[in-house]
């Protein structure tokens, strides 16, 4: 059973899949920290080719199934034009300003 987005519990883990879930570029962006980064299972990439070439050139859309740490972990089904769906689990750490200082995903 999935999570509607608009119930996620953290607000800036609500903004990021609200915002790549709509295709939207900008309003990821300023969720997103200055100096934001990101890994993919385990292995830093990087975040502005990575975003491009995921999330918004390939149609990235996330439906999340289950919360966990005050919202900051995520098990969705993910999927994009490049590699279809896969289950996928997301972590996120979140500053005090409530803007995301990175998130790491994978393969769950």
């Known amino acids: 059973m999935t999570i509607q987005t608009s119930k996620l519990s953290d607000p800036a883990v609500r903004a990021f899949v609200t915002a ?58 993910y999927r994009n034009d490049t590699w279809g769906e896969m289950r996928t689990r997301w972590h996120f750490e979140v500053g005090d300003d409530g803007t995301i200082s990175r998130f790491e995903t994978g393969q769950a």
């Not at 934001?36 to 918004?56: C, P």
Request: hydrophobic share 35%.
């Open 20 to 77: 790549v879930n709509a295709h939207d570029r900008e309003g990821f962006l300023s969720i997103l920290a200055p100096g934001a980064t990101m890994a993919d299972d385990g292995t830093d990439r990087d975040l502005a080719d990575w975003i491009e070439r995921e999330i918004f050139s390939s149609n990235g859309h996330m439906e999340v199934d289950n919360e966990s740490n005050r919202g900051r972990d995520l098990l969705t089904h």
